[in-house]
């Protein structure tokens, strides 16, 4: 992110949209994620159907959409119909601005003071979960003359409450008084009233939680403040059918088609779950495959030695991507729809695969390898490689570096690209830049431009 004067504009990765009839320009490298944009918005309408009426869905695309991308699969989700987003820092809140995306934008932590004014002029709405930073967060807003921002635009504030997390949040004898120096502020609203689960899973635990954001609503009622709106379950709590759906239900993991992981969904959210498509492929060719005499060491240590003549391919990403090196010795992926073991230590920029058992021709380069999603009868999903690493499926598709090129599917056709870089004289689509307005402008339209 760029401070330019007064104005904040954002960098973001160039994404090129096919242009029709016409295919999208070669990969920059042959290793790459796919997204399916048609099975996002199917979860999406699917978790949306599963909320009592009245109830909204607010999509959570922080960490880059769970490392899916959070300017294509927020555009497909607000086309599809999903009426507002949540996102953790300011700078996600603002790329989506960029982006055209124009629904409300919740920003879940806490931002610098000193950022207000950018707030209220891309009409963000902001948490506040600690006395202090709110005190300072008012007290921009009490400073900020009418000419700064243009008329009518008021900053909405969520009160986050503790009630278990242990990690941020206003105490509930405390929210009373927050929640009225936020009415008595100038260009400050009281939008929202929130909390977020310790262990969706755990039925007491949760059912405490929720009492706790209880009492905090009632001391507000006894106060006369008018209720805002109320939000405590995420995925996990939905689907474990443990937590209140009060007036929004925040959804990020389940949306891109991952269960969470561990969880025990509730016998009437069954059939949701098992509706859930995963949204994101990962796959690559080999930059090598080669024969390798028995008693050869692959890769860093080396913590694998062949014990017989090996066929070995050589996948061009590693932890540098987002596999992670816990992955070493320990990973499967799939080739020809098979499972074939991963050897070696994963580098920073490979991973090696023994393909000797492989059936049928030798392995080449010209082999696609899958290391999350399906091919033929197999699937490898993010769950089972979080297994292998010993971490969970939400660290292993947020870890995914943007270095990594995304296709994004739609109607079986390849309509978008995000990469680092890109041809930008490449003539068969648009290239979509960061937008150059200044943030006083309006918001774009609904959607994306």
Not at 232 to 238: D, P, R, T, V
Not at 404 to 413: D, E, G, K, M, T
């Amino acid at each position: 992110m760029l401070q330019v004067g007064a104005r904040i504009v954002a960098t973001r990765l160039p994404l090129i949209e096919a242009a029709p009839g016409q295919p999208l320009p070669p990969l920059p490298r042959s290793a790459w994620i796919e997204i399916d944009l048609d099975a996002l918005v199917s979860n999406a309408r699917l978790l949306q159907g599963s909320l009592p009426s009245g109830v909204r869905l607010e999509a959570v695309v922080k960490g880059d959409a769970y490392g899916h991308g959070a300017v294509p699969v927020a555009c497909a989700l607000v086309a599809a119909g999903v009426q507002s987003l949540s996102v953790a820092t300011f700078d996600e809140g603002l790329e989506l601005r960029q982006a055209g995306i124009s629904v409300p934008i919740l920003v879940l932590f806490p931002i610098p003071p000193e950022l207000v004014p950018d707030a209220v002029r891309l009409s963000l709405s902001v948490t506040a979960g600690d006395q202090t930073l709110l005190e300072r967060t008012l007290a921009v807003l009490d400073r900020l003359a009418d000419a700064a921002v243009p008329a009518g635009r008021e900053l909405p504030i969520h009160l986050e409450v503790e009630t278990g997390l242990g990690r941020g949040g206003l105490h509930s004898s405390d929210v009373p008084a927050a929640a009225a120096a936020i009415e008595a502020a100038p260009r400050a609203r009281l939008a929202g009233l929130w909390s977020h689960l310790q262990a969706a899973g755990d039925p007491d635990r949760t059912a405490d939680q929720a009492a706790r954001l209880g009492v905090a609503s009632n001391l507000l009622e006894e106060v006369g403040i008018t209720m805002p709106d109320r939000h405590l379950a995420a995925s996990g709590g939905l689907l474990a059918a443990s937590a209140p759906g009060y007036d929004v239900v925040r959804i990020g993991l389940a949306m891109y088609g991952i269960v969470p992981d561990g969880l025990t969904v509730g016998e009437r959210h069954a059939a949701t779950a098992a509706g859930l498509k995963p949204i994101l492929s990962l796959r690559a060719r080999p930059v090598r495959v080669t024969e390798l005499a028995a008693g050869m060491g692959v890769s860093y240590g080396p913590t694998f030695i062949t014990s017989r003549p090996s066929r070995i391919a050589t996948l061009p990403l590693g932890y540098a991507d987002g596999l992670p090196r816990s992955l070493s010795n320990k990973a499967q992926v799939l080739v020809r729809g098979g499972r074939v073991p991963a050897v070696g230590t994963v580098a920073m920029d490979a991973v090696m695969i023994d393909v000797t058992d492989v059936p049928g021709a030798p392995v080449s380069v010209d082999d696609e390898f899958t290391l999350i999603g399906t091919q033929g009868e197999e699937t490898i999903d993010a769950i089972e490689m979080a297994q292998w690493g010993n971490t969970i499926s939400y660290e292993i598709v947020t870890a995914m570096s943007g270095r990594l090129p995304r296709v994004y599917y739609a109607a079986a056709r390849a309509v978008q690209m995000r990469a680092v870089a890109c041809d930008l004289e490449w003539g068969g689509g648009e290239v979509g830049r960061p937008d150059a307005r200044g943030s006083e402008e309006e918001p774009g339209p609904l959607g994306c431009e």
